[in-house]
Structure formats: structure tokens, C-alpha cells
């Protein structure tokens, strides 16, 4: 039986793989405790239900987890299955952001700052990281690249994926998409929110659309910021980047936006195979 193991530094993303591959067709539990690793593999084997696999969900949050964990892989193993080690990490200072963003609590930060945790974390960690059989930093990933990318690994598709473009408006009020590659602020344009008949509208709307792309200060823009994209993503993929996000933002991220998105994604579509869009404060920014 293939067994997963997800381990790796708080917020980094383990949840969402976890999801992924539930999704995928695996059996998954979250925080097991290390002594039942094995009797809960044994349970799944003989239980004659079908899964592709099993994946155990474990880090700092379980402290027997910590100690026994060389000794609960060695049993599995001599019981003739094979695991995997999927460890998650990211820079310190995009957990720090994350747990900002979120506002929890660091699992080893009981009494010392989130970075003090971070560091704490790292120290426990290093020799389950040296033995991980993949080692997935989640820095530049937002939630929709982190589960494409573990679904490749887990496919054996890491090679054989395009390379993708991610264009996402969003709204300055709620913050940069901290997954950014590129961000381009179109706050510039005159703002549809403004014109009564548009206000309760998005940049999906015709009018919406039309007004903004019929702006004098729109079509300069897009003389200029298109060919800077033809250029750009060429030179990321040369650097090996699987993913280039870029970020197009206005005040909510409903009008002017939503509107430059969906033009920039229908120019990329022409040239590069692989483009996604989505809108992430499109519905805030009718509040």
C-alpha cells in the first residue's frame, strides 16, 4: 500500500495537500498519534476497502510525533509498504505573514514570539527534513498552485505539466495576493463604481467592461503592460518557475480590475497554453 506522510513546518500549506489528495481518492487523517501509525495501516489493509493510499498527517502539534516517528516509518516499512515523505516549508517571513494573515497561534510559540516558534520549529524538525523524499517549498504558492503542484508529484506528472499563468484582480483594500509575481495597479482609471448605473455592477457586466476598456488611459496602459508580459514570461520559465502569478489591482477589486484581468488573460491565451483567472475580492467589493 503507498502511504504519504505530510509533514513539514506549520502553515505551510499541509492542510490544503491533505485536501488535495482526499479529493485524489486517499484515505487521510490528520494528527494520528505516532504509536498508531502502524495499527491504523494494518485497519486499512484489511478493512477490503479500495484508496489509492494512505496519507498521515503529522507535525509539530503531536510531540510523541517528534520522538517515535524513525521508529513508526521503520515498522510500516517492514511490513512491506512504501511511504513517502512530503515535507512543506516556506521562508520564514511568508509564515510569519501567513500567521498574521490568519491571526492563530503558533503550535511551539506558547510563550515567545510567531518567529521565535518558526526557529523552534525548524530546530525540531531538520532531522525529519533530511529524510524527507520531497522537500516542497510553498513560498510563491497560493492554495490553487500548492494543490495542482502535489497532485503532479503524486501523479509522476512533475515533468510533464506546461507552465502556468495565474491572473487574479484583486481589490488594495484587502490586501496584495502575497503570491504575487507581478502587481500592477490600475487605480489610474476612472472608476466605474462612480457612474450610478455601474456602481451594483463587475467587470464581468458589458457595460462595465466596455467603459473601462474604452478608456483613452486604458488602451496606453495595455500598449504598454502587454508586450511587458510577452517579454516577462518567457524569462521566468528560462528560470525554471512553474507558476507566474500576475496580480492586477483596483480599490475593490470588482470594476477596473476584474475588467484588465480578463483582457490581460484573453491576450496570454493567444500565445501561452496554460492561463487561469479568478477574481478574488469580486463579491467583497459589493459590500
Known amino acids: 500500500m503507498r502511504i504519504i506522510v505530510i509533514t513539514g513546518m506549520s502553515g505551510s500549506g499541509k492542510s490544503t495537500a491533505v485536501r488535495a489528495l482526499e479529493d485524489e481518492g486517499f484515505y487521510c487523517i490528520d494528527n494520528l498519534p505516532v504509536r498508531l501509525f502502524k495499527r491504523f495501516v494494518d485497519l486499512i489493509e484489511k478493512s477490503g476497502e479500495t484508496f489509492k493510499g494512505i496519507v498521515l498527517a503529522a507535525d509539530i502539534r503531536g510531540r510523541e510525533f517528534i520522538k517515535g516517528y524513525e521508529s513508526a516509518f521503520q515498522k510500516i516499512r517492514n511490513a512491506g509498504h512504501s511511504i513517502d515523505i512530503f515535507f512543506f516549508d516556506a521562508l520564514d517571513e511568508t509564515l510569519v505573514r501567513r500567521f498574521s494573515e ?5 503550535p511551539a510559540a ?3 514570539s510567531v518567529s521565535e516558534g518558526i526557529r523552534i520549529e525548524r530546530k525540531q524538525l531538520s532531522g525529519l527534513r533530511q529524510m524527507a523524499s520531497k522537500i516542497i517549498d510553498t513560498s510563491e504558492f497560493n492554495v ?3 494543490r495542482d503542484f502535489v497532485l503532479r ?5 512533475e515533468g510533464d505539466s506546461p507552465f502556468v499563468v495565474d491572473v487574479q484582480s484583486f481589490g488594495f483594500r484587502y490586501g496584495i495576493p502575497m503570491e504575487s509575481s507581478i502587481v500592477m495597479d490600475v487605480r489610474f482609471l476612472p472608476n466605474p463604481f462612480f457612474v450610478p448605473e455601474m456602481k451594483n455592477l463587475s467587470g464581468l457586466d458589458p457595460e462595465v467592461r466596455d467603459y473601462v476598456m474604452g478608456l483613452p488611459e486604458t488602451k496606453s496602459f495595455i500598449d504598454s503592460f502587454f508586450p511587458l508580459v510577452n517579454m ?8 525554471g518557475k512553474a507558476y507566474l502569478t500576475i496580480s492586477i489591482g483596483c480599490t475593490g477589486g470588482r470594476h477596473r480590475s476584474v475588467a484588465i484581468a480578463e483582457a490581460t488573460a484573453e491576450h496570454l491565451r493567444r500565445n501561452f497554453p496554460a492561463v487561469r483567472i479568478t477574481h478574488r475580492d469580486i463579491e467583497k467589493g459589493q459590500q
Do not use: K, M, S
Not at 153 to 157: D, H, K, L, S, Y
Not at 232 to 239: F, K, S, V
Open 102 to 106: 490568519t491571526r492563530r497561534r503558533h
Open 110 to 112: 506558547e510563550h515567545c
Open 144 to 146: 490553487h498552485q500548492l
Open 153 to 157: 508529484i503524486v501523479r509522476g506528472e
Open 232 to 239: 516577462l514570461i518567457p524569462a521566468y520559465q528560462r528560470e
